[in-house]
């Protein structure tokens, strides 16, 4: 018997001779883990998450309180599909599909921001401390460094995508149930299961399975705005409504994640964590989605004047990275991310404090964050370490 | 802020005012008959005086869904004087068609469909309050009714301008988890708590403002409003256009150097400094020490290491 199963072992070790992964259009095979990855429209965002996204997998986004930035990531992540010619899907119950698909942004055809840097460079050579002229620049937006080998495209947020090209785009929209429809899956809130059937039907129709062979392979980005928003809550609910919740989300982003892992597809679901009561849900999701980040908006709460967070619109939580066809996740090499959004661009940055400018006994940051703790050893009270 | 949204001034499609009850003083005995929820309270009559001004202040035609009695009660004598503006619909009665099929009210806006015609222009609807019908309705789908406002501005062929709603965060059916739902989708919330109405507005862009301001009720029924602070504003602000804190615009002297002093500064040799004209070998590595003997050197031509014996 032990003979036998080491034969077969050894017999079962064949080389493949052709490569099995087909050549698709704004993807790039992973050097870690050979997975494709696709990008996600914002490149440092690409680089947290391992250089992109891998196809047949689940991105969670846990929306800031407005859902301002939530919808800007579904935003560029259809933009990039669209530039690379991926078909796209976009459900939505809470806002107009066909509104978000006309606000989709352009791509920059060329990057002229890197030349700029390099005059100024050599514009001011020092002249004293010159030892530090040939230093590497420090680079706070993460993956910046190795531009020319980047995945995805850099989108301009003023210019918005021309009608002639959105009609050339190949997407369907889903904002609720059609006439007939049938849900799958036995979900208290039938919605999920008509949302999910209609996804199956998609994969199924546009040939994204590993096993169908279609004359190009493709592949389908999909787009799930707001699950699990009050316009998820049931018509007819009884219950509490984060007891729906609860069965319902997990469960539907189980049946995602396992149809998704055997098609050329993948997802990008926004979820508003905030309104659930139960925080058993929020880590539901999380164990059921294969990556999921938290954006978390300074817009409306007390951050927003405080100086350490000057430069930054809110700040990014990784809350998974999923081992994919690994054992180990790549891990970025900062975990304390911000993002702010500029006029014409969204950028993560590792977390910096802002230069200390003004004269001031203490710095003014050490005393909000440390609130009233004092740090001196002794026991007297004065908020100045005295030597 | 408070004024410009009872004057109907406010661009928002849908208001939601929090009616969050009396304060609850901690330590303090309260008797077995004291009320959390009353209907006669602070915050609602307060809202019944926005209406009233917001009726008179608004050149469309005010529909109000009255789900508590005294709502039509306050109303009557106002609208007697303004037929045209406003409209009272008594949603209380009847409101499962038991007595007459009509009247059953399947979804939140089911009474104005039938008192409207097609020619009607845009109009602004009120609910007071929101807390029945989230019962009698059912909460999804009247959150599913007011999300169509706020997406559509219409709701079954009705344009609807605006829709000011009171609901009491005691009086819900699934407590604190349906008021953080009804304010997820309203585009302005004013919380009211102790004469304290805390306003979040959504600007459509995705700017947030935030105000905090105070109000009383006159003995008319006119409120006056006073600010309370100025509490920062909140927009997403664009890092392009972020103010300065630079030296130069604290300084009283001119911080920066013109051209023609960048250049004399460039001239003048510093310590230290890497100067172009050095000697190839010493740019190459290798040194040499130059002495110029001083005065009073006492200069020694014996050999230091004579006495050893090398």
Redesign the interface.
């Known amino acids: 018997m032990a003979s036998l199963t080491s034969e077969g072992n050894i017999t079962s070790f064949q080389k493949k001779g052709r490569n099995r992964i087909p050549y698709i259009q704004g993807t790039r095979q992973s050097v870690q883990n050979a997975q494709i990855l696709a990008s996600s429209g914002v490149p440092s965002l690409d680089h947290v998450l391992g250089n992109g996204l891998p196809v047949g997998t689940i991105l969670l986004i846990e929306e800031d309180v407005?859902g301002?930035f939530a919808k800007l990531m579904l935003k560029y992540f259809l933009a990039e599909g669209a530039a690379c010619d991926h078909p796209l899907f976009l459900a939505s119950?809470?806002?107009?599909p066909k509104s978000l698909m006309k606000d989709l942004p352009l791509p920059i055809k060329s990057d002229s921001g890197s030349g700029s840097s390099q005059g100024a460079k050599v514009e001011d050579p020092m002249?004293?401390a010159?030892r530090y002229q040939n230093m590497r620049q420090v680079q706070s937006a993460p993956g910046s460094s190795n531009s020319g080998t980047q995945l995805g495209h850099n989108f301009d947020l003023t210019q918005t995508i021309s009608p002639e090209d959105l009609d050339s785009c190949d997407f369907t929209l889903w904002s609720g149930p059609e006439e007939n429809d049938l849900p799958v899956g036995g979900f208290i809130n039938p919605d999920y299961g008509f949302l999910l059937s209609r996804i199956q039907k998609h994969l199924l129709d546009g040939q994204f399975g590993v096993q169908d062979e279609p004359s190009k392979h493709s592949i389908l980005r999909l787009a799930i705005h707001s699950l699990g928003?009050?316009?998820w809550?049931?018509?007819?609910?009884g219950q509490?409504?984060?007891a729906t919740i609860k069965k319902d989300l997990p469960r539907f982003l189980l049946c995602l994640r396992s149809l998704l892992r055997e098609s050329y597809a993948l997802a990008m679901v926004t979820v508003?964590c905030?309104?659930?009561?139960d925080p058993a849900i929020q880590r539901l999701c999380e164990y059921q989605s294969d990556m999921a980040l938290k954006f978390e908006?300074?817009?409306?709460s007390s951050y927003?004047?405080n100086p350490v967070f000057?430069?930054y619109?809110g700040l990014l939580h990784v809350r998974k990275l999923g081992p994919i066809n690994t054992l180990a996740t790549p891990v970025p090499e900062s975990l304390d991310l911000a993002f702010?959004?500029?006029?014409r661009k969204f950028v993560i940055e590792k977390l910096h404090l802002p230069p200390e400018?003004?004269e001031s006994a203490q710095r003014e940051q050490d005393d909000i964050l440390s609130g009233n703790k004092s740090f001196s050893c002794s026991s007297n009270q004065s908020s100045k370490l005295d030597f | 802020m408070l004024r410009s949204i009872s004057d109907g001034r406010l661009q928002s499609p849908l208001i939601l005012f929090v009616d969050n009850g009396p304060e609850l003083y901690p330590g303090k005995q309260y008797g077995p008959f004291s009320s959390l929820v009353d209907e006669d309270s602070d915050s609602s009559s307060m809202f019944l005086s926005v209406i009233k001004s917001y009726v008179k202040g608004s050149e469309r035609a005010t529909h109000v869904l009255c789900w508590q009695r005294k709502t039509s009660q306050h109303l009557e004598t106002l609208q007697k004087q303004f037929p045209s503006k406003l409209i009272l619909h008594d949603c209380l009665s009847d409101f499962n068609g038991w007595i007459d099929q009509g009247r059953h009210q399947s979804h939140l806006f089911s009474i104005i469909d039938n008192s409207i015609s097609e020619d009607t222009r845009e109009i602004n609807i009120v609910i007071d309050s929101l807390s029945n019908p989230l019962f009698t309705i059912?909460?999804?789908?009247c959150?599913?009714d007011l999300?169509k406002i706020v997406?559509?501005g219409s709701i079954n062929g009705i344009k609807v301008h605006q829709l000011l709603c009171l609901v009491n965060a005691n009086l819900v059916p699934?407590?604190?988890?349906?008021i953080?739902?009804?304010k997820?989708?309203a585009s302005t919330v004013v919380e009211l708590k102790c004469h304290v109405a805390s306003i979040?507005h959504?600007k459509p862009g995705?700017?947030?403002e935030?105000k905090e301001e105070k109000y009383a009720i006159l003995s008319e029924g006119e409120i006056s409003i006073e600010p309370l602070r100025a509490s920062?504003l909140?927009?997403?602000?664009?890092?392009?256009e972020?103010p300065s804190?630079?030296?130069q615009d604290v300084a009283s002297f001119r911080v920066g150097l013109s051209d023609k002093e960048k250049e004399d500064r460039?001239k003048l040799v510093?310590p230290?400094?890497?100067t172009s004209d050095t000697p190839q070998e010493i740019e190459d590595g290798g040194g040499k020490v130059f002495y110029q003997p001083d005065a009073v050197d006492d200069w020694d031509d014996e050999d230091p290491d004579d006495d050893l014996d090398i």
Request: aromatic share 10%.
């Open positions: 407005f301002t119950r809470d806002i107009v002249t004293i010159w928003s009050p316009l809550v049931n018509s007819s609910c509490s409504l984060d508003p905030h309104l659930f009561q908006s300074f817009a409306g927003e004047t000057k430069e619109h702010k959004l500029r006029r400018l003004q | 059912g909460f999804g789908s959150i599913q999300q997406n559509f699934f407590g604190p988890a349906s953080l739902h009804l997820h989708i979040t959504r995705g700017h947030i935030k920062a909140t927009e997403i602000r664009h890092t392009e972020k804190t630079l030296p460039s510093l230290y400094m890497r």
